[in-house]
């Protein structure tokens, strides 16, 4: 068993899932009103493991880590798709780049 004293040197993503009660919405509508889901605490996720809420600033940090991570994924999807548009994108044929028209 290592020894630690202190924080964590970095955060971890921890497992989230969608709140029971108000279905990921983060809001419920028991009558007439829309009124903030108590369990989430409007959040609409809660901790996997136990089922309660995050503190916000728990909340917070986890939202990051994954916006992060998303951000990430669509830097790398575009790099592949400029890629592959530019594959596609040829000079052309021809002297100079162009292409060969017949006239």
């Given at each position: 068993?290592k020894?630690?004293s202190g924080?964590?040197l970095?955060?971890?993503?921890?497992?989230?899932?969608?709140?029971?009660?108000?279905h990921g919405?983060?809001?419920v509508?028991?009558?007439?009103?829309?009124?903030?889901c108590?369990?989430?605490?409007a959040?609409?996720?809660?901790?996997?493991?136990t089922?309660?809420?995050?503190?916000?600033?728990d909340l917070?940090?986890?939202?990051?880590?994954r916006?992060?991570?998303?951000?990430?994924?669509?830097?790398e999807?575009?790099?592949?798709?400029a890629?592959?548009?530019?594959e596609?994108n040829?000079?052309?044929?021809?002297?100079?780049?162009?292409?060969y028209?017949g006239?």
């Amino acid at each position: 068993m290592k020894k630690r004293s202190g924080p964590a040197l970095k955060q971890e993503k921890r497992p989230l899932k969608p709140c029971p009660i108000c279905h990921g919405g983060g809001f419920v509508k028991p009558m007439f009103h829309q009124m903030p889901c108590d369990r989430c605490e409007a959040s609409g996720v809660v901790c996997k493991e136990t089922g309660d809420s995050l503190a916000m600033a728990d909340l917070i940090i986890q939202l990051r880590i994954r916006l992060t991570e998303r951000n990430q994924e669509l830097v790398e999807v575009r790099r592949q798709m400029a890629a592959m548009r530019a594959e596609s994108n040829g000079r052309g044929y021809g002297a100079g780049g162009s292409r060969y028209h017949g006239d």
